[in-house]
């Protein structure tokens, strides 16, 4: 199948292609922007603080003397960061244990099963706040996804293996079963490849789900204090009573990128829906 088929077909989903232009649009932000826009003004004290928008500074600066363009342009990827290694890691966790689960049955299933339905029913959010309460002070963009990923392999665990129990039981797999073909192999070979596009929109969710868990933390103040990730510009917005003050250009900007990703997100994950959804599909 030549590339230009498989554009043809991907334009075709108008959602997909909505939701790729708008996420690739904001990684460009973070690629593009240093070369146009000058990142050191990120760091306290690079400028006057409390400027209101002007030509030197689009944005304004906010009170500890930051260029919040500059912000911006750093912080957008550093967000997308963290939801990308949660959401790897939370799917990855997920697949393993509902492949487990699903395929094979008796005790790994009750226990796999059983370990997400207990987590499910726990506060999550207070949870990633204890964790992330422990490790203040040394929080990094990495560490913020570590902690947010602790919590990211539950849904993945029960969707996948809902998805399994029903995959098990069909034809070819029985085929495969009674061919002595094994358990790994028939997971990698035969159920892996029929389930991407579904796995792909679970890794969607979940990075979407990452991030707005790190946003809730950073809103708290334990993000990364030293990272001007898009939580922590509205936690200093916060701090420094932006709202009150009238600072509209300080707390604005990254809530439209959050909403920007968060919408970029969801019509890739409706998007990779019509793919799967054959009554979905016709409606494209």
């Known amino acids: 199948m030549t590339a230009s088929l498989w554009l043809g077909r991907l334009l075709a989903y108008r959602q997909l292609t909505v939701g790729l232009v708008v996420i690739a649009a904001l990684v460009l932000l973070g690629l593009v922007g240093p070369l146009f826009v000058d990142v050191s003004g990120a760091k306290v004290g690079s400028a006057i603080p409390d400027l209101t928008p002007s030509r030197e500074h689009p944005l304004g600066t906010d009170t500890v003397g930051r260029d919040l363009l500059s912000v911006i342009i750093v912080g957008t990827p550093l967000t997308l960061t963290i939801g990308l290694i949660a959401g790897v890691i939370g799917l990855g966790i997920g697949s393993v244990f509902g492949f487990i689960g699903g395929y094979y049955g008796g005790v790994a299933d009750n226990v796999l099963h059983g370990a997400a339905d207990v987590f499910l029913t726990v506060p999550g959010l207070l949870i990633l706040v204890v ?53 790994a192999r028939i997971i990698v070979e035969e159920m892996m490849p029929n389930l991407l596009p579904y796995l792909a929109a679970s890794f969607v969710g979940a990075v979407a789900t990452a991030i707005l868990a790190s946003i809730g933390l950073e809103a708290l103040g334990l993000g990364p204090q030293n990272q001007p990730t898009l939580g922590m510009t509205i936690y200093w917005g916060l701090y420094y009573t932006t709202v009150m003050r009238g600072l509209v250009w300080w707390w604005l900007p990254p809530i439209l990128i959050i909403v920007l990703i968060f919408v970029g997100l969801f019509s890739i994950s409706a998007g990779l829906d019509r793919i799967m959804n054959p009554r979905l599909r016709s409606t494209a």
Do not use: D, H
């Open 131 to 183: 964790i992330a309460s422990a490790t203040k002070g040394a929080v990094n963009v990495q560490t913020e996804a570590l902690v947010v990923s602790a919590l990211a392999w539950m849904w993945p665990t029960r969707t996948i293996r809902s998805q399994v129990l029903t995959m098990r039981e069909r034809g070819y797999i029985q085929v495969a079963r009674f061919s002595g073909t094994s358990g």
